[in-house]
């Protein structure tokens, strides 16, 4: 809960003009409770960014490269509305306050993404030729400046839609011809996969409590 409010407030804000005042008020929480978890306003920018890269777990996919597709779109479409991937989100390439190390979620990003891709490299799914740490971090970059764009001109409903246009040009230069006739890089993948998935949490949090 908190960490969703200060997300809201981080999105709306930024993060120089976002006050711990307006987290508390939109929270519903005492002072007392979110200093009990987060000695700053630093400290809660920084757990927003770390949760962001943990909110995205996809399904394991037997081709990697496809889990690495799902997981961009995925992000994609919740930065439509979720709180937690649009406060990381602004927090994350905002200009401004020095104040705040914005170097580590690009980091977790990129060994979020080298994770999958050396992966895929193990099994053959992608060019020997390819070096993978690079490749990671080219896709966290250009992601970074497509939901900028898509933000501008949009508030990112055609985000899905850049994404897979990114995807259809550089992926032919990444996987092998066998691998890439397989993948799935439709645009409404995204929203399908994150409804698969709500549902499934939904089924599990309803058999948890019919258990207690």
């Known amino acids: ?4 409010a200060a997300a809201s ?8 003009r976002a006050t711990i005042a307006e987290v ?20 809660l920018a920084l757990a927003v960014l770390e949760e962001q890269v943990i909110d995205i777990a996809v399904e394991p996919q037997p081709i990697k490269l496809q889990e690495f597709v799902d997981s961009g779109q995925v992000l994609a479409y919740r930065l439509r ?20 190390d914005r170097k580590q979620s690009m980091l977790s990003w990129s ?10 490299k193990a099994r053959g799914e992608v060019m020997e030729s390819i070096v993978v740490r ?9 992601f970074a400046g497509l939901q900028m764009m898509s933000q501008a001109f949009t508030n990112r409903a055609d985000l899905s839609r850049r994404l897979t246009v990114f995807f ?18 439709d645009s409404e993948r995204g929203a399908q996969l994150d409804a698969a998935m709500q549902g499934k949490t939904s089924a599990t949090a309803g058999m948890d409590a019919a258990a207690s």
């Open 24 to 43: 508390l008020e939109r929270a519903g929480v005492t002072k007392g409770a979110l200093y009990f978890h987060f000695a700053s306003k630093e400290q």
């Open 168 to 185: 259809e040009h550089t992926f032919p230069s990444i996987a092998v011809p066998a691998i890439l006739a397989k993948l799935n890089l």
């Open 81 to 100: 509305s979720d709180p937690i991937q649009r406060g990381a989100a602004r927090l994350a390439v905002e200009q401004g306050s020095n104040h705040l």
């Open 9 to 16: 407030v981080f999105d709306e804000q930024g993060y120089d």
């Open 111 to 120: 060994v979020f993404v080298e994770g999958l891709l050396n992966e895929a």
């Open 134 to 142: 690079e490749t990671a971090e080219l896709f966290v970059g250009a």
């Open 1 to 4: 809960m908190i960490l969703e």
